[in-house]
């Protein structure tokens, strides 16, 4: 499906400035790219204001910096903008609990 490269940011508490980690490397598959629609179609339906859909971290090959270190939990959060499903990863650091997470994609601009 489609090979991504996203910039990502974490916050050691929720309050405080975001700071860049650098480059994300991942890898969206058929069945995440379906579950990602489906989530988006949901949040049509039902105006929730977010979904979060659950990854499976081998295929999803994530590649993180070196100075993030691997994360303790991954999902992706998908939610409307303008009408339109975008997704970004959310996770935590495994070393101290920081909030992880990238910048948002469109659902539609996925292959």
Known sequence: ???????????KNIDDKAIPLGNIHFYVDGPLHLRLERAEEHLQKTLEPEALVQVDMHSLDLKLPDECGPLSDCHMRVYLHNDRGQFHIVGNRAVDGSLMYT???????LL
């Open 1 to 11: 499906m489609s090979n991504l490269t996203i910039e990502g940011w974490y916050k």
């Open 103 to 109: 910048n948002a994609i469109l659902i539609d601009q």
